[in-house]
């Protein structure tokens, strides 16, 4: 046996500390983290298909059908990730006649809450956002509000070229409370440009792309650029949104659903300074949301939360508590949920279903489709 | 484990971690190491970075269904981690077959100290990797089961949760076709 015995043996390195480090706190996540341990209904869709309709269906105030609207514009798989291999007509269903095309604030409704970018790596090097490193733990939202605020403010990256992208790349886990990483486990990477005016993701090992990003950066920058005036712009959005499509909404925008779009903002999509810090001072304006300390990302990390407890969905938007650096979302589904999507197939979301996501990388390339 | 400290058994462990969770991070604390090296020597490291953390995650939650009068842990979470390697085994074999097609082990992590032994890996370590390519799984699991993690038979049995005829029976047979191309005095 000698032969076997030696047999890589002094060729193999021992595990580094940071993925000891990395693998233990995902199994202190795991073992922190309890709860009711229920099945999440399987479904016939890919995996990273169903990977991400369950993060949307973890955020999703209104049933999906209220916020995409009927006609879908934007193929599925550029929500599903290059991993979709479903015919994009079979999720959408043919598009129906007659109606008009996707407005931006619809494109906007129909992406998945995800990640965010609020610190901005560029060329490689991290942008750290760090303030006073001895103060308090935050005490209240607003003062983390307020915080984030003033860091993306003080954000010395220099303002990108319009031609620019921001590239972004996260870790997405799905499961069930005190499991996060049971059924799913993805990275998801995407280009977004600094314009606003289109987004990229690999499918197949190629490159496509969509009109529109998510809302129109130039259009929140126009100042004044306040709080309110920002959460105005974006309720707007959605509500002529909903005037088109589903008629839903009756002109108010659930807390939860808007908090779902600032989220997004700042996940996917480059914003000037101001608009950005706009955000973060809107968010605890708005109804119900909360701060929490100490929540878990997908890769271990922990951070203090923007959350958000409605009747459905409890959801976490966890920034690095001393630089306010973004770092992830973390979504319990608290209520089943039946989703219909656009080709009439439903799914089912438990309650206990858990969607994390962590940002890995978040900087400014030259060309959709590049790393650095 | 340093012997002058009386430590509770896995079994132990277990049977606490049901109402008191966080004592199974010990159980982590004891074996990651040796699970992420058998595994990092099968697949390389980053594989195995991924094979360790879920090994612990899928242990933590099937806990209820361990047999905690057995001490030890250790052939239950190479199960669990050998069913992990699984998963990857067309990549271990084409890895193994690179090995013994160009002398150079593709494991894609070198260390500075082991770049001169890659690059010159021994004959007999190219005829081997070959074998080790062209054994059925199960018979792979369990020769470097027994070769490099020195398990019993039994324990072996334990962790794929197969017999202990079949155990000896897989042996016998991996060896002796890595007896074929290695010489009879090495097996």
């Known amino acids: ?372 | 484990m340093s012997a002058e400290t009386v430590e509770i058994d896995d079994g132990e462990l277990i049977r606490r971690s049901a109402h008191d969770p966080e004592q199974f991070a010990a159980l982590f604390d004891r074996y990651a190491k040796q699970i992420h090296l058998y595994a990092a020597r099968r697949l390389g490291t980053q594989a195995a970075d991924d094979i360790v953390a879920e090994t612990f995650l899928a242990a933590f939650r099937r806990r209820g269904t361990y047999d905690t009068s057995f001490a030890l842990a250790r052939p239950w979470l190479y199960g669990i981690a050998t069913t992990l390697i699984a998963r990857h085994r067309r990549q271990e074999e084409r890895l193994l077959r690179a090995l013994s097609r160009t002398g150079v082990d593709p494991l894609p992590e070198a260390l500075a100290d082991t770049v001169t032994r890659r690059v010159t890996a021994q004959g007999r370590d190219r005829e081997l990797a070959g074998a080790l390519a062209a054994l059925p799984r199960g018979h792979r699991d369990v020769l470097l089961l027994v070769a490099w993690e020195d398990m019993s038979y039994e324990e072996v049995a334990r962790a794929l949760d197969i017999s202990v005829g079949t155990v000896r029976s897989r042996l016998h047979r991996a060896r002796k076709k890595a007896r074929n191309v290695l010489g009879d005095e090495e097996l």
């Open chain 1, 1 to 372: 046996m000698n032969a076997i015995k030696e047999f890589r043996r002094n060729t193999t390195p021992a595990m580094t500390v940071e993925a000891a480090d990395a693998a233990r706190a995902r199994l202190m996540t795991a073992i922190r983290e309890p709860g009711a341990v229920q099945p999440v209904t399987a479904n016939q869709e890919p995996w990273a298909a169903r990977l991400v309709t369950a993060i949307h269906g973890l955020w999703a105030t209104q049933p999906v059908t209220a916020i995409h609207g009927p006609e879908a514009t934007q193929p599925v798989t550029a929500i599903h990730g290059p991993e979709a291999t479903q015919p994009v007509t079979a999720i959408h269903g043919p598009r129906t006649v007659g109606k008009p095309t996707a407005t931006r604030a619809r494109r906007l409704g129909r992406r998945v809450a995800v990640a965010a970018a609020l610190a901005l790596v560029v060329g490689g090097t991290v942008v750290t956002l760090r303030d006073q490193p001895d103060m308090a733990p935050v005490a209240s939202v607003a003062e983390l509000g307020e915080r984030a605020a003033r860091a993306a403010e003080n954000d010395p990256t220099p303002t990108p070229g319009p031609g620019q992208w921001l590239y972004t790349k996260e870790l997405q886990l799905t499961g069930v409370e005190g499991d996060v990483d049971r059924d799913r486990r993805d990275t998801w990477e995407r280009w977004t440009s600094v314009d606003g005016k289109r987004s990229a993701w690999y499918q197949g090992g190629k490159l496509m792309f969509q009109g529109s990003a998510i809302m129109n950066p130039t259009e929140l920058a126009k100042p004044p650029v306040t709080s309110a005036g920002v959460i105005a712009k974006i309720e707007a959005a959605i509500l002529d949104e909903d005037h088109r499509g589903p008629q839903e909404l009756n002109g108010q925008v659930p807390p939860g659903m808007l908090f779902m779009e600032i989220n997004q903002l700042i996940t996917e999509q480059w914003l000037a300074p101001d608009v950005r810090a706009a955000l973060f001072r809107a968010l605890p304006t708005i109804k119900g949301i909360t701060v929490t300390q100490d929540v878990p990302v997908a890769d271990g990390r922990r951070g203090v939360a923007f959350s958000l407890t409605d009747a459905e969905v409890r959801s976490y938007l966890i920034l690095d508590p001393e630089t306010f650096r973004y770092l992830g979302t973390n979504s319990t589904r608290l209520k089943d949920r039946t989703y219909k999507w656009a080709d009439d197939s439903k799914e089912t979301f438990k309650a206990g279903t858990v969607g994390l996501t962590a940002q890995l990388e978040a900087k400014i390339v030259n060309q959709a489709g590049q790393r650095s």
